[in-house]
C-alpha cells in the first residue's frame, strides 16, 4: 500500500483563490477530493466554519476536469438540476430564472436549450462553472478545469473566472499544472513535492497587484521573479525538496515565501541569464 | 451520372433477388406435365399431384392468391375453427404485449436491484443463470398444470422467456453508469431515489431499451410456439391448424405475417431506442 501523502496540514481563509501545483502522480486530484468528500483520508479530517465535514455537500462545488455534464440535458437543464438540488422546495420558474442568470454570467446566453453534445470543450466547461457557482458554494474546488481546452479558450475563461471570482468573492481551490494560469487568478500557490509521499513544500504569496490585465500583467517587474521561482521548484526541488529539508520540515508550518525584485548585479562578461531572486520569507503563520 | 445512394442501390438489390427467388420457387413447382393414364377412380382421389405431376409444394402464384384472400377480408369469423387472419393477430398480440408488459415490468427494477447492488448481483446471479436457457415449451406443462388457462399459461410463457434479457440489459445498464455522473449527483447531495430515476434512469436508458428490444423478439417467437401447443385461437394455432386441414397455403401465408408482424414489433422497439438514445 502506497502512501499517497502523509502528515498533510493546509489552511486557507475566506474569498481567498489558492492554486495547487505540483508533478502528475504527486496526489493533488486524492487532496481535491478528500476536500469534496468524495474520498476518505486513512485519518485526519477537513475543517470547514469549525465543523467536520461528512462527504460530500452543497457547500463544497466541485469542477471535474471533464466537465461531467449530464448529456441528456439541456445546458439549462444541468445547471438547473444542480439549483433545484440546493433548493428543492423552490418553484420551476424560480429555478429556471436562478439558472439563468448564472448562464449568463458565463457568457453563455443563447445556448440554454444545446445539448453537451452540441457545445465546444470551453462551452461546455462555462456550463461546468455555472453550476458549480448557481449554488453559490462556500468554497469551490476545480480539478484542472482549463486543461482540456486549446490555449485561446484557456485564456478567455481564465479571464472569466477571475472577474467572476473578483466580483462575487468566492473561496476557490485549483489545481493546474499551468504556471502562467496560477500566478494570473490565484493569491497563493501551494507547491506540492513529487508522489508518492508527496508533502506541501511551500506557500507562494502571489506578489502581483489584485488588478490584473492579462495584456501587460506579465510586464510586472515581480511576474517573472514568481514565476521562475515555481518552475525552479518544479524543475529540481520538487524531488529533492524532503531530502534537503530533513528534519527542519515542519507540515503544519509550511514555509510561506513572497517572491521579492532580482538581486541588482553589475553586468560583467559571463553575465548568466537567470539572477538569482531575492525571496522573502514571510513569518509562518 | 450521378452515383445511386446506398439505399437505393440496396433496394434493387433486395428486388432482383426476391425476384430470383420467387422464379426458383415457381420453377420448382410448376406442374411438368400430364402423367402416365391411370384409374379415374384413383386420380380423382389423388388430385392434381397425381393426375398432373404438380408438386404438392404451392407456388408463389398460389400462395399469392391465398395471401390476398386473406387479405381482402382479414377480420371474418366463422366459428371457432375459421377466424381471419386479423382476428388471429389480434389475440396473439394482444397476449404478447400483456406478458411482454408483465415481463418488463418486473425485470427493469429486479435489474436496477442487480446492477446498483454487488450483493444482490451475486446472490441472485445463479438462479438468472439457471433459469434463462430454460426453453419455454418447458414451460408449459407447468403452466398448464397450476394455471390451468391455456390462454394464461401462453402469457405466463412469455412472461418468464422475455423477463431475461431485459433484466440483464438493465443490470448492465445500470452498473456501467459513468462514475463521473455519480460524483456530480454525490456533490450536488442528491437522494437514492432522485439519483436513481434523474440520473441512473436516463443515463442506463439505451441499454435497457435494448435489452427490451431483444425480449420483444423473443415474446413474439414464444407466442407463436405456444400457441401450436395450447391451441384455440392465434396465429402460431392457426398455422398448427392449417397444417392440420394440409393447407400448406395458408402455412406459407401464416408464416410471412408471423414475420411482417415481428420486424413490425421490432421496429417499434428500434424507435423507442432512438428516442433515449444521446450523443455524449
Redesign the interface.
Known sequence: MTTVFDNLWLSMTRGEFVCVIGHSGCGKTTVLNIL???DVPSSGAVIVDGKAIE????D???I?Q?H?L???RTVLGNVA??VS??WRDWPTMQVTAHAQKFIDLVGLTGAEHK?P?ELSGGMKQRVGIARALS?EPKIMLMDEPFSALDALTRGTLQDEVRRICQETGQTVFMITHDVDEAIYLADKVVLMTNGPGAVLAEIVENPLPRVRARTDFHKHPLYYATRNHIIDFLVSRSRTFIQEAGRTYDARHVVVVRPGLPEPTIATAQESSTRPTRSQQVAAS | MKAASLTGRAAVVSIALFLAFILAWHLATRGAGPTQAMDPEYAKLMGVTATQGKSAMPGPADVGAKLWFHLKRPFYDNGPNDKGVGIQLAYSIVRVFIGYLLAVAVAVPIGFLIGMSPLMSKALDPFIQVLKPISPLAWMPLALYTIKDSSLSAIFVIFICSLWPTMINTAFGVAAVRREWLNVAKTLEVGTLRRAFTIILPAAAPTILTGMRISIGIAWLVIVAAEMLVGGTGIGYFVWNEWNNLSITNVITAILVIGIVGMLLDLILARLTRLVTFPE
Open positions: 469534496a468528500g468524495l462527504g460530500p455537500s452543497l463544497r462545488a466541485v471535474f471533464s461531467a449530464l448529456p441528456w438540476y444542480a438540488s440546493k445539448r453534445a449554488i
